[in-house]
């Protein structure tokens, strides 16, 4: 992802952009099952697709990808590829990030995060939460857009508007990521805004809950550590930033967190940097991986050179993986190349975190 000349060399904005990474980020790592015992393959399932970043599996069990570039949300047949319109007529990008950027549903119903279209960009659109009420007809059940320019965050910020990054349902309504702002907002099912947690500048991106605890992805500022590219956990309800707890680290620009089979967590990081070159350059090619997140706090790599990898949602023990060039990879027998079998005795049918959240 990238921003308009003006705007794409702010560092607090740039640190979110998807190919600004200035450090490599395998410090930390371990190898893990992924690297040596049973390597995970990925797959091309797609490519074309227009200024990708989040995606969700819908109640069909396909994948539903957001194009910013577009303004449109793209079905993906997980077994062929195929793929069709579900939505379209969302605003569009604005400048190289943005437009529909995640996409979430609760029960059959499709939510989409539309981000950073707003005045603060040139834009004339609302950034904030839209519901799919039809082929090409939408509902704006909240406006983040205005409550993140009438609600300014503690930290720096460059737009006031924010940059909304992940949306994540919850019972009776949403998380949202503003990785600019540097907090997780709360939203009610009827669309009131609040901010659940406020931090310093550790650029929040992806999301996921189990039970009543919150797991983020950190992808840290400029010039974006390994140490700074973390997972972190915390209460769903009233949390504090002191009870914020550090689940794993070691890795750069981390953008995306979810749960997959048995129980086990999964970070996805962006990839590497050329070097001391200018925020916004372009991470090195193939350089994302999938990552395990590991007991002591460490992570294993499943899959390597992955090229600009944004999101990675789970379909059984399948990860799909989005990236920024328009390419959505398959990477079958997930728990198995990260070990999970063995850890479970060989047998975790049916213990799936990721997916067992009440969004009623």
Wanted: aromatic letters at 6%.
């Amino acid at each position: 992802m990238g921003v308009k000349r003006t705007l794409f060399h702010a560092a607090a904005l740039a640190a979110l952009i998807v190919p600004a990474i200035l450090v490599p980020s395998i410090a930390g790592a371990t190898t893990g099952h992924g690297t040596d015992a049973h390597p995970a393959v990925a797959e091309l399932l797609v490519s074309g697709l227009e200024g990708t970043s989040g995606g969700a599996i819908g109640p069909d069990g396909a994948l539903y990808v957001a194009e910013g570039t577009t303004g449109e949300i793209t079905r993906i047949d997980p077994g062929s590829g195929a793929t069709t319109t579900f939505a379209s007529g969302l605003p569009k990008a604005v400048i190289p990030i943005g437009g529909p950027i995640d996409v979430a549903f609760v029960g059959d119903t499709a939510y989409v995060l539309v981000s950073v279209v707003g005045p603060d960009v040139g834009g004339n659109q609302i950034d904030g939460i839209y519901r799919v009420d039809g082929p090409n007809t939408f509902t704006v059940i909240a406006d983040l857009g205005e409550f993140s320019r009438t609600h300014p965050p503690a930290t720096a910020f460059d737009l006031d508007r924010g940059v909304q990054f992940a949306l994540q349902p919850v019972r009776g309504g949403f998380l949202v990521s503003d990785g600019h702002h540097n907090r997780v907002l709360s939203v009610s099912r009827s669309g009131e805004v609040s901010e659940l947690i406020g931090f310093g500048n550790i650029v929040p991106t992806g999301l996921a809950v189990a039970g009543k605890t919150v797991y983020l992805a950190e992808a840290g500022p400029v010039p974006h550590d390994p140490a700074d590219g973390k997972v972190v956990s915390f209460p769903l309800r009233n949390p504090d930033t002191e009870e914020v707890t550090d689940v794993a680290s070691g890795f750069s620009l981390l953008v995306d967190v979810e749960f997959g089979r048995c129980g086990a967590l999964y970070a996805l990081s962006q990839g590497d940097s050329p070097g001391n070159v200018p925020a916004g350059s372009p991470a090195l090619p193939n350089s994302g991986e999938l990552l395990r997140v590991n007991d002591d706090g460490t992570f294993s790599v499943v899959t390597a050179e992955l090229n600009l990898p944004t999101s990675v949602d789970f379909l059984g023990d399948t990860a799909l993986v989005v990236t920024h060039n328009g390419e959505v990879w398959k990477i079958r027998g997930v728990s198995r190349a990260a070990g999970d079998s063995e850890r479970k005795g060989g047998d975790c049918r049916g213990d799936d975190r990721g997916h067992g959240d009440d969004h009623s």
